[in-house]
């Protein structure tokens, strides 16, 4: 989902200043913040879409409604007629980060995430055999991970004493605001009664906005007062507010599923996502880089400086099964339980490192041609368990009451070295309930769940403050200044889902026998 790509090209507009600079004084300065987070088992919240939600993301070998699309497109065909779902997320998460250490205002006090406002998820879905198809069934759907697309932590902050001071995570993250979505086309096949086989294209679409500090500590004979940035780190004074946006619509990714009926009581699913245009190319943000000069240096005949910028992440393969044991009577559903393993893996694929791409420089960085910084990151492999069912109390020969519910546990996605605050990267647990309604040709749904990102205190933290001036980690009186990413961590997050399931050829027939009677 990061490690949010900010750079800050400060240019000095007077020769006279220039020359003062050594070589790569460029003020490149450089923190990194990869979108790829958004879109693993290990990041994003475990389940999308009301009904899977409330059933803990346990879905892979239920598959009947246009979720399918997501969790296994060989669902697709068991679902005869034509079928939309409409469905939303609204994810209120908390992640809060007490750091380490302190700076020249003291011990650094803990800070929380802004939590004021929820983060939605749409989800779309539709399906039809165009009423002729026997053993085919298309679909069309569009949605995104359901993950928390929004996080911002203070650039400044007030400590327990009343005194405003710098905020501790500026060097990571400020702001992350990111829109991911896949429209998707698939076909369902029925090979054989006890065997659907499925296939889908998606484009991966995304549109992000990112911001963060980077540290400018270059001691500048014309500028004694910046002096003080070489002394110590994390001085407010040296500080340039960064910000990328940009872009990307041309990736794709492929699905295939398989559903295998063991009787009526047994399915077993799977279900494969490849890699980001299947590994063989990265996904590539074009966009915008611009930069804030630090305040030591405002007024002094320098300006921001805007550059094109591309930022490329890698989504890895994602690997679902689920088994699945359910009754029914007469035709009807009456209670199922499903265990669900997702794998999402990271370790195929070379390039789990982000690359950041100036494309036009100026001359005296790179002598002018496009630069390209390797920024590794270094995700991990992640196990996600579901388990969860459903329970039908019918109500009328029509119409009846479904309560779900559901658990599920992720492991983490970073190592501690690697951990970050941009995205929950946490190992988690959490709980789930759904509710849904129906009736000929329609239901509405409900759900519920809370995700527990388990506390970690990482005391081997590899992330630095990047030198302003040279793109390597500050150093003060010869040493690495301290790691900012070491410290305690946590977090929470409720979802709060809603829903509507329309079968049109139920409902069709409805209306028609409606008006026979008249």
């Known amino acids: ?96 980060f007490a750091r380490e250490g302190g700076d020249s205002y003291g011990a650094f006090p803990s800070v929380q995430a802004d939590a004021s406002r929820p983060f939605y998820a749409p989800w779309f879905g539709l399906t039809t055999d165009f009423g002729f198809f026997e053993r085919f069934t298309f679909a069309f759907g569009i949605y995104g991970p359901s993950s928390i697309g929004q996080r911002t932590f203070p650039m400044f902050v007030t400590d327990q004493n009343g005194m405003q001071r710098p905020g501790p995570t500026r060097y990571d993250i400020a702001t992350t605001d990111l829109l991911i979505f896949f429209p998707t086309v698939a076909v369902g096949f029925r090979a054989h009664k006890m065997l659907d086989l499925g296939f889908s294209v998606q484009q991966a679409s995304a549109q992000i906005k990112l911001a963060s500090a980077t540290y400018a500590p270059q001691s500048l004979p014309v500028f004694p007062d910046s002096a003080a940035c070489t002394k110590q780190a994390e001085v407010a004074g040296c500080d340039s507010v960064t910000r990328f946006s940009g872009t990307s619509y041309d990736n794709y990714l492929l699905q295939l599923g398989a559903l295998l009926h063991l009787g009526r009581s047994v399915d077993v699913g799977l279900n494969v996502r490849s890699a980001v245009n299947l590994g063989v190319h990265p996904m590539t943000i074009r966009g915008t880089v611009a930069a804030t000069e630090p305040l030591y240096l405002q007024g002094a005949g320098i300006g921001a400086e805007k550059m094109d910028g591309e930022f490329t992440v890698w989504l890895p393969w994602v690997f679902r099964a689920g088994v699945r044991y359910g009754q029914k009577l007469g035709g009807v559903q009456l209670f199922d339980i499903e265990f669900n393993a997702v794998y999402e893996a990271w370790s195929w694929l070379d390039g789990t490192d982000h690359y950041l791409t100036l494309k036009n420089p100026p001359p005296l960085v790179n002598r002018g041609e496009p630069l390209t910084l390797n920024l590794p990151h270094h995700y991990k492999d992640t196990i996600g368990l579901r388990l969860g069912g459903s329970l039908f109390m019918p109500m009328t020969a029509e119409s009846g009451v479904t309560m779900r519910m559901g658990g599920f546990y992720d492991s983490s996605a970073s190592a501690d070295q690697d951990l970050r605050l941009d995205f929950d990267t946490l190992a988690k647990l959490g709980i789930t309930a759904g509710l849904g309604f129906s009736m000929r040709g329609m239901e509405l749904n409900a759900a519920y769940s809370y995700q527990h990102s388990l506390t970690r205190t990482v005391t081997s933290g590899e992330l630095r403050i990047i030198d302003g001036t ?41 209306k028609d026998s409606g008006s026979q009677g008249l």
């Open 1 to 96: 989902m990061s490690d949010c790509v900010s750079v800050c090209f400060l240019r000095l507009r007077t020769a006279s200043v220039w020359s003062g600079l050594v070589p790569v004084a460029a003020g490149l300065a450089l923190t990194v913040c990869g979108l790829s987070s958004v879109h693993a088992g290990g990041f994003e919240i475990p389940a999308n879409g009301t009904e899977a939600l409330g059933r803990g993301g346990a879905f892979t070998a239920k598959a009947d409604t246009p979720l399918a699309l997501e969790y296994n497109v060989a669902g697709l065909a068991q679902q005869r007629g034509t079928h939309a779902l409409i469905d939303n997320n609204l994810v209120f998460s908390r992640y809060r």
């Open 470 to 510: 040279t793109g390597q980690p500050v150093r003060i009186n010869d040493q690495v200044a301290p790691a900012i990413n070491n410290g305690t961590y946590s977090g929470s997050t409720h979802v709060l889902s809603l829903g509507l399931l329309l079968r049109f050829d139920e409902w069709r027939a409805k």
